[in-house]
């Protein structure tokens, strides 16, 4: 941002006289400020998760959706910054009448434009999609401090799988959806159902036990709470843990270790076999 209004300040200083053209450095920055607003800050993932090498049975909460976000937000800033600098220096060096200037300009309104229209919603898509992730992966971190063990933004081969819950209750594929709501369940998209199911059946090859599939949405209101469509259960977050601490014990303390060793073994197979 302040990049952007220096920038301005030098084309001004020139030749004495204000163009109202050079309004496009504020507008740029302020384009700026709300990418710079829809993720927060880098430090919300903690070094010893970083993006890559780390033990993939111990990743952050909604990690993949957030690492979407950062790099489409840095991508979008250095496109806009780089244009931003090329308008001033062609301002400066040829004059604000020049073809060069006027194109780059026009390239910047373009570029500011497209973001805004069609890289925004997808910023702000996955930032709500990690959000919802956290939401539900710090419920569930509670509940790991008991006889369960979890597992996040897990991959089996299958896509992602937001979350892995393996206790005394059973086995459990946890998909996070972010709608606001409110859910009515006959009216969610088949789409979501297959994707559950699908991560419920390489749960279930990898461990040998059966598992179950949920669909959980983080902030929305669902008519039929616990309902079960399609072999998914579907439940608001704030039901989760009760409904997890309450399930009919099926496993032993040792099966729990066995079905949780044997996942996090496939998950560090799958990490070395992808570099």
């Known amino acids: 941002m302040g990049v952007l209004i220096d920038v301005e300040e030098t084309l001004i200083s020139t030749d004495g006289t204000k163009d109202s053209r050079l309004k496009i450095g504020a507008r740029a920055g302020r384009c700026l400020e709300q990418m710079s607003s829809l993720t927060g800050p880098i430090a919300r993932m903690p070094a010893r998760h970083s993006l890559g090498g780390e033990d993939p049975a111990a990743r952050m909460p909604g990690q993949h959706a957030r690492s979407v976000v950062l790099r489409l937000r840095m991508r979008t800033l250095v496109t806009l ?28 309104l373009v570029t500011i434009f497209l973001v805004s229209r069609y890289v925004l919603p997808i910023v702000e898509r996955h930032d709500r999609g990690a959000t919802g992730e956290e939401r539900v992966g710090a419920l569930l971190d509670d509940l790991e401090s008991g006889e369960w063990r979890v597992v996040h933004d897990a991959s089996l081969g299958q896509g992602n799988v937001d979350h892995i819950a393996v206790g005394p209750g059973g086995l459990y594929t946890i998909e996070t959806k972010s709608h606001p709501g409110p859910v009515h369940v006959r009216q969610i998209h088949g789409g979501a159902f297959r994707q559950a199911q699908t991560q419920r059946e390489a749960l279930e090859d990898i461990t040998g036990e059966r598992v179950e599939a949920l669909l959980v949405y983080s902030r929305a209101w669902v008519d039929k709470p616990l309902a079960r469509r399609h072999g998914v259960r579907v439940l608001p977050a704030r039901m989760l843990i009760g409904y997890l601490s309450r ?19 496939a998950l560090r197979r799958g990490e070395r076999a992808s570099r």
């Open 247 to 265: 399930s009919r014990p099926r496993l032993t303390a040792e099966q729990v270790e066995r079905a949780h060793g044997r996942l996090v073994a």
């Open 81 to 108: 910054g780089m244009l931003a600098v090329l308008t001033g220096l062609f301002g400066r060096a040829f004059g604000l009448s020049s073809p060069l200037f006027v194109g780059s300009e026009l390239a910047l």
